[in-house]
C-alpha cells in the first residue's frame, strides 16, 4: 500500500461519516489590512468542467459569487487569479481589509466548510505563503499532505517500504508538493523505487535549493563535496539543519525539512553513518525511535554535480507550532546535542 492509497482511504472516511472536513494550512501572513491575502483551494472536481464556455468565466464568477457569501465578504473582495488541472485547483486573492475576517472563519468555523464548494468537495485549503521566492507555478496543491492522526490528516502506522529502506508516516508534518512530474502516474514510474529521505534547511536558502537543486559542502566523513541526507524526518528537523523562525503575525513558530526522493545506488552501504551531533556524554540517547543512531546520515559524494534524475527534492516539509519546537516530546533529544543551547535559539 502506498502514501496516496492511505489518503484515498482518509478521504473516503470522511465522506462515509458525512463530514466536511478539509485541512487547512496557515502559512506565513502579511498584514491583511493592507496586502491581500492568497488562498488555494483544491477541489475534488473535473478541471475540464472549469474550461467551458467563455472560458470556465461563467463557472468562476458562480464561485466566487457562493464563496463570498459564505465568507461574508463583498463580491469584488475575492479574485480569482487561475484554475489548474489535476483536480481543480483555484488560485486566488482576498483583497484588503478582508483577509482577517477569511483568517477567523477558517480558525473557528471549520465544522462548515462544506458550505464553500457548489463545484466538489474541498480537499484542502492553503492561506498565505511561506515567504520563499519560488515562482507558484513550482508548488503542486493537489500533492499537498497533513500528516496527522486526527480527521482529515493523512496516517499510516506501519512503515512504508522505499526500495527496501522505511518510510515512516512524518506525523505533525505539513508537506507542500513541488512539482517534479506532470501527473502521478509519471512520478510513480520515475521514482517509486527510490529512496524517501530529508534535508533539513533555512528557509532563506529553500528558494535556491528549489531552482538549483541540492549541492555539495564540506562535512563528516568524507573529504571533498558531499550532500547531506537523513531517513529521519526528526534529525533533519534540528536546529543545527533547521532553524525554526518565529512569525510575528500569528505568533507561530515555523520550520522547513525538504522532502526528497534519492536513486538507491546513490546511497551506498559504507557513507550511511551514525549521527553527529550529540554530545560525547549522551551518545546512547536514541534522537529517532524509528531508527538507530548508526544510519542517521547518508553521505552521497558530489564532487561533480549529482542529477536530478537521480535526486528530486518533492516537499517543502513544514512544522507549525504554538510553542518553541524545543518543547516537543520528539524534540526532547535536543537537549543532548553538541551544540548552542537548545533554548537560546535565535529567532
Not at 78 to 101: H, M, N, Q, T, W
Request: proline fraction near 6%; include cysteine.
Amino acid at each position: 500500500m502506498d502514501e496516496h492509497k492511505y489518503d484515498r482511504d482518509r478521504r473516503k472516511t470522511n465522506t462515509d461519516r458525512h463530514t466536511s472536513i478539509a485541512p487547512v494550512i496557515f502559512g506565513s501572513i502579511d498584514d491583511t489590512s493592507t496586502q491581500p491575502l492568497p488562498i488555494t483551494v483544491t477541489l475534488d472536481d473535473d478541471f475540464e468542467s472549469w474550461k467551458g464556455l467563455n472560458n470556465g468565466a461563467t463557472k468562476k464568477a458562480d464561485y466566487i459569487a457562493h464563496i463570498c457569501k459564505q465568507l461574508n465578504i463583498p463580491r469584488d473582495a475575492f479574485i480569482i487569479e487561475r484554475v489548474e488541472f489535476g483536480s481543480a485547483v483555484v488560485f486566488g486573492i482576498v483583497c484588503p481589509p478582508y483577509g482577517k475576517l477569511v483568517m477567523n472563519y477558517f480558525s473557528v468555523d471549520d465544522a462548515e466548510l462544506g458550505n464553500l464548494s457548489r463545484h466538489g468537495k474541498i480537499t484542502m485549503i492553503t492561506l498565505g505563503r511561506f515567504g520563499l521566492n519560488v515562482k507558484d507555478q513550482v508548488l503542486f496543491p493537489q500533492w499537498n499532505r497533513v500528516y496527522s492522526r486526527q480527521p482529515g490528516g493523512t496516517y499510516w502506522n506501519d512503515p512504508l517500504d522505499r526500495a527496501g529502506k522505511p518510510y515512516y508516516c512524518p506525523v505533525g508534518w505539513t508537506r507542500f508538493a513541488i512539482k517534479v512530474t506532470n501527473t502521478q502516474e509519471e512520478f510513480d514510474q520515475r521514482y517509486s523505487d527510490y529512496h524517501v529521505a530529508y534535508h533539513g534547511t533555512k528557509s532563506a536558502v529553500a528558494s535556491d535549493i528549489l531552482n538549483n537543486g541540492l549541492r555539495g559542502s564540506t562535512g563528516c566523513y568524507r573529504e571533498g563535496l558531499n550532500i547531506y541526507l537523513s531517513p529521519s524526518i526528526e534529525y533533519a528537523a534540528h536546529p543545527r539543519y533547521a532553524k525554526p523562525w518565529k512569525h510575528n503575525e500569528t505568533g507561530k513558530y515555523y520550520q522547513m525539512v525538504l522532502q526528497c526522493r534519492v536513486n538507491p545506488r546513490l546511497v551506498e552501504a559504507d557513507l550511511i553513518k551514525p549521527e553527529t551531533v550529540l554530545a560525547k556524554n549522551a551518545k546512547t540517547s536514541q534522537i529517532d525511535p524509528n531508527f538507530s543512531n548508526d544510519e542517521l546520515e547518508w553521505i552521497l559524494p558530489a564532487d561533480k554535480p549529482v542529477s536530478r534524475h537521480d535526486l528530486i527534492c518533492y516537499g517543502l516539509m513544514i512544522r507549525i507550532t504554538y510553542d518553541d519546537p524545543a518543547g516537543l516530546p520528539s524534540s526532547e533529544w535536543w537537549k543532548h546535542v553538541y551544540w548552542e543551547p537548545f533554548h537560546k535559539i535565535d529567532y
